[in-house]
């Protein structure tokens, strides 16, 4: 009887496994199921900058298209309460969640856009501990 317990056991196991495997997108990345597959060569034609996660990519875009965010959080206004970003009116700065491959929480990454449309950006990796300012255009204006 204990056996069969085991057998099924390995048998789960092995089927997680398949199942995260097939998660997977080509070059090994996870990624969210909307994120089109993305080359450094593709990042660098869009214009992606490179320190920036590849799971990025589609935050950027979907902020780009106004299209709804996987988390209720996302476009919410960032209050710079610690004051790292320059000082702007409250409602300038908007967060966004950066998925975290395997992470159970919305995790650390986040990017920030100030303006209505967005006219900067800046990139935290470590929940708003410190950030990096990038330049991105969406492509239909590149």
Do not use: C
Not at 31 to 47: K, L, Y
Not at 51 to 76: C, K, M, N, T, W
């Amino acid at each position: 009887m204990r056996r069969s317990h085991s057998i099924w056991l390995v048998a789960l196991i092995a089927l997680v496994g398949l199942w995260a495997w097939t998660k997977r997108a080509g070059d090994g990345e996870l990624r969210p199921s909307d994120a089109p597959p993305v080359s450094a060569q593709r990042a660098a034609q869009v214009g992606y900058p490179a320190f920036l996660p590849v799971e990025a990519h589609a935050v950027l875009d979907r902020i780009a298209r106004g299209a709804p965010h996987p988390y209720r959080q996302d476009g919410s206004v960032f209050q710079n309460r610690e004051g790292r970003l320059p000082q702007q009116p409250r409602g300038y700065y908007r967060e966004y969640t950066v998925p975290t491959p395997g992470a159970d929480t919305r995790g650390a990454r986040r990017i920030v856009a100030g303006g209505d449309p967005p006219v900067e950006y800046w990139y935290t990796a470590d929940h708003y501990r410190s950030f990096r300012r990038f330049e991105w255009a969406p492509k239909e204006t590149q």
